[in-house]
């Protein structure tokens, strides 16, 4: 009894700090939108914002990889490729179909993490999980429209969208296996997994892309992503480190707060519709966070 309680009361700060994370990641789509306000689209707002971060970042790297040399570099290099790679097709697909799409289809995570925790951490499928799952998963259905229409992916931005999520929950897999390590190299990994991917999505994607941007477009979007990126390097921070010490399922749950503001943010700010229907998806995955911080571990 004394290692559960334990266990709850250290999984009580990052669970804040990752549901911090989830409502600035909620945000996000307004500041990556106005870097490709000049023309950009695409691929290219997200791969100015991470070669942003990896200059900002890259001070830090070099004095946490001096202080510690017993780094992991090949399993965070593995990790930062699927959760780089969920950063970068999720920053896409906000440039190619509506936000609410792209945060919903994002979030079927707890599904594809709760599966991981299952079959690889040994975790069981308890009664407040299961509850957790059947609420959020039925506020997503909810707002995608079920019983008006199936809830599937209509466009490429919707597919990425759902990719993300996937690759998402395995990065997070993969830093929860790996355990505690320097909360610096897993955000640098990660960005640079996002950058990498990016480019390769322009130089192969095509115009779908931005492979036609031009120089004119990029140089004038340049200082907005430089300040872009001040406002994302706290916001992966937020939730990078959570997800090292929380299990993937707990991570995608906590993280649909995200849900409630990216909806409401696209409602009042883009035009995008919010009525009853969106009001009691918000509501059911917001009640789903609710359960998962409360729950036992186990």
Sequence with gaps: MNSAKKSKSNDVLPSIAIVFGGVMWGLYWLPLRAVGEGGLTGAWPGTLVYAGLCVLLLPFLIFQVRKSATTNWRGLAWSGLFTGTAFAFYSISL?????????LLFYMTPVW???LGILFL?????????????LGLAGLFVILGLGVQIPWPRNLGDWLALISGMAWSYGTFCLFRMGQTGVVQQVYVFVLGSLVVSVAAIIIGGASFGASASLQDIQNALPTAIMVS???LPMIFLTLWPAAVLSPG????????????GIGSAAWLSGEPFGMREFT????IASAGLVEVIRRPG
């Design 95 to 103: 440039f190619l179909t509506d936000v609410i799409h792209s945060i």
């Design 113 to 115: 993490s709760t599966v």
């Design 122 to 134: 040994g975790e069981r499928l308890s009664l407040q999980r299961t509850i957790a799952l059947v």
């Design 230 to 232: 001040l406002f994302v």
């Design 250 to 261: 707990r991570v995608g749950l906590l993280l649909m707060g995200e849900v409630v503001v």
């Design 281 to 284: 998806g918000a509501l059911l």
